[in-house]
């Protein structure tokens, strides 16, 4: 059980992370900082409008992926992992 | 070959397509009907997910409101993807590990409870028709319109192709099919954009396309020359929003925590084999989606451009044939308030009421007349926002097979998406109500005859709806991802997260959710419209964002109730710790 617990909380800090930068580029940037970010400049975009209309959504896609890796190697580490490969 | 030839062709195929793949995986199961066997690959289930998530509304009506609000439709942009990262992260691979059939089965067990199912039931049938009968609009304007039948004949159409593949298939043909409608859909949406983004900046991706120099030769960035362009004309610039800034966020966290709601699109995630395919399959099902998504800002801007570029200052009497078109459809209207005959298209909304209502007719021009009066500014032109997607690549003169494709790929969005709604249906009627709560005998064939009849009832009741649209539906938009933000989303995640959550708790939260939304919006939408503004609203939050307050509220109630009732059983908690477990 205690192996269980240890690799809950494991899986509760890289939840934490991954959540804190999905708030960071979807409601800081895009909603309630982007006023101060339109100043700056990426190519053709003001960096707001760039954060809420393009950047957010490439940040959300890496998150998950990122969150399948790290969440596949916790499951070998604790030996929680199902059987059977890919 | 013409425009019609094409389109026939083009959706004929694609119809054929769907019903040989309907033949093809007939279900032979209650589970095959359900969650096909859970044998489905990720990368499949992934796209599957993406049709079943875009609906007519992301592939046609998206783009269009982005087009004329610039800033603000950045809320449907993050709201609508971001979801997925809450649904991969908090709440697929749990679901999946549970191992049942729907979203009421999670909340009737996890909170042993017959009456928290029922609740449960309630939601996901009101949610799921206010979500179809959005979809049944959507085939029946890409119908009317390109193909120039019936309404009701196209909506007719359309049911009968979904009574087939999901009455006969179950989950299992609708996956299958859901991944051809992917294809179909994606296809349809990138080719135009890319025709487009290379017409005004020779750039091939319209992601970067937006972002890019106009290739006129002015060396102005595209957004800029369409921030000159708007301002010029009395609008708002592009870039600029004009919603405020709670607004925004609480209208974005509803959207987001409601999509990770939607039992539709939690459903999907039954069907494939382990843990971790869930959540790679979020993953993969956020890029077929994200394709589309950082495609529609970029569609928005170069149609709003064209728009202003094509339609500003012509002589109505040489206005091109796709504005006639569509004023004959009743989504353009055009009043000539300054009697020169030229369309002068600026800001601000030309009609009082703000929607056409025709009369009988032609004026001097030989436009339709109409019974509005002339509002308090300059704009002559309505254009409803939901042709923008449809009517583009007319308006950019790309050649007529670009045009039929988008029909087809119109038609596969409203489609799949209605499919996966009416599964949830039937589903929800035939397992949850039948077997689970009423007739708990039957056997696995009577429930699977009962989850037909279910599907081919829900079919019909869909279309409908189709043919006669209830009023309400663009009102009523707003609470489908409302009640599931303030319902499913706080119930499952506290269910997954927190062994102490009882079944008092779950159901006071709920309830509490449920009404505060629920009234706020009924409130705003239905019994005080002409109050429905920015000074009356609670804090400044629209009935649109209400949700994510309700969201709250469930929260707060559910930890302080469940805090002074008896904990839940032991074997409960057991099952708690078990769904965190991949390893059985």
């Known amino acids: ?86 | 070959m013409s425009a019609q030839f094409l389109t026939y062709l083009f959706v004929g195929a694609t119809f054929s397509v769907y019903i040989g793949i309907a033949i093809w995986s007939r279900s032979a199961s209650t589970s095959d009907f359900y969650v096909a066997g859970s044998h489905v690959h990720p990368i499949a289930n992934g796209a599957a997910t993406a049709a079943d998530w875009m609906s007519a509304a992301s592939f046609l009506s998206m783009a269009g409101i982005i087009a004329f609000e610039g800033a603000d439709g950045a809320r449907y942009l993050m709201g609508w993807t971001g979801g997925y990262v809450l649904l991969a992260l908090l709440l697929a691979p749990y679901l999946r590990k549970f191992a049942k059939y729907t979203v009421p089965d999670f909340v009737g067990d996890r909170y042993y409870s017959h009456a928290a199912r029922l609740v449960a039931v309630v939601c996901v049938i009101f949610i799921s028709f206010t979500y179809v009968a959005g979809q049944m609009r959507g085939v029946g304007v890409v119908f009317s319109r390109f193909l120039e039948v019936d309404i009701n004949l196209g909506v007719v159409i359309g049911m009968g192709i979904v009574f087939f593949y999901a009455v006969m298939g179950g989950m299992k043909g609708i996956t299958y099919t859901q991944v051809a409608q992917y294809c179909v859909l994606i296809f349809a949406y990138l080719v135009p954009a890319i025709f487009i983004s290379v017409m005004l900046t020779n750039n091939p991706f319209p992601m970067l396309g937006l972002g890019s120099e106009m290739n006129d030769g002015s060396g102005d960035y595209l957004l800029d020359r369409l921030d000159g362009m708007t301002t010029e004309l009395g609008m708002t610039a592009f870039t600029d929003g004009s919603k405020s800034t709670i607004d925004m966020f609480f209208i974005t966290a509803a959207l987001m925590a409601g999509t990770a709601g939607l039992p539709h699109v939690i459903v999907r995630f039954f069907t494939v084999p382990r843990v971790r395919d869930a959540r790679i399959s979020a993953g993969y099902a956020l890029i077929f989606i994200a394709l589309l998504y950082t495609t529609a800002p970029a569609v928005a801007a170069f149609a709003r451009i064209n728009i202003i570029n094509h339609v500003d200052g012509i002589v109505y009497e040489q206005a091109p044939e796709w504005f006639r078109k569509w004023e004959d459809t009743g989504l353009i209207a055009w009043l000539d308030k300054n009697e020169d005959g030229q369309v002068q298209y600026r800001g601000g909304s030309a009609l009082d009421p703000a929607t056409p209502d025709y009369g009988q007719g032609r004026g001097d021009s030989g436009e339709r007349m109409l019974n509005n009066a002339a509002s308090d500014n300059d704009n002559e032109l309505y254009i409803d926002r939901d042709i923008i997607v449809l009517a583009h690549p007319e308006i950019a003169r790309l050649p007529d097979w670009v045009v039929a494709l988008v029909a087809a790929g119109g038609l596969a969005a409203a489609l799949s998406t209605a499919a996966g709604l009416l599964l949830v249906i039937s589903t929800a009627i035939s397992h949850d109500l039948m077997k689970k709560t009423f007739m708990p005998r039957i056997n696995d064939r009577q429930e699977l005859l009962f989850a037909r009849i279910a599907a081919a009832v829900a079919v019909c009741v869909a279309g409908l709806f189709g043919i006669y649209p209830p009023g309400f539906v663009a009102q009523v938009v707003a609470f489908a991802f409302g009640l599931a933000a303030a319902s499913f989303f706080p119930v499952i995640l506290l269910g997954i997260f927190s062994t102490r959550m009882n079944k008092e708790g779950a159901i006071a939260g709920m309830v509490t959710g449920l009404t505060f939304t629920f009234g706020y919006i009924v409130y705003f939408k239905f019994v005080s419209p002409e109050s429905d503004n920015a000074v009356y609203w609670l804090f400044g939050i629209s009935p649109e964002g209400i949700g994510t307050l309700g969201m709250l509220l469930n929260f707060a109630v559910s930890l302080i109730v469940s805090r002074f009732t008896p904990a839940p059983p032991a074997e409960i908690q057991a099952i708690v710790q078990n769904i965190r477990v991949p390893r059985t």
């Open chain 1, 1 to 86: 059980m205690s192996n269980n617990n240890a690799y809950w909380r494991a899986n509760l800090r890289l939840m934490v992370v991954l959540l804190l930068v999905w708030f960071l580029v979807s409601f800081v940037c895009g909603i309630l900082i982007v006023d101060y970010l339109d100043q700056f400049h990426l190519f053709g975009y003001k960096l707001g409008f760039w954060f809420s209309q393009q950047g957010s959504i490439y940040f959300f896609v890496a998150l998950i992926f990122v969150y399948a890796w790290r969440m596949n190697r916790l499951d070998k580490r604790f030996g929680v992992d199902e059987e059977g490969d890919d």
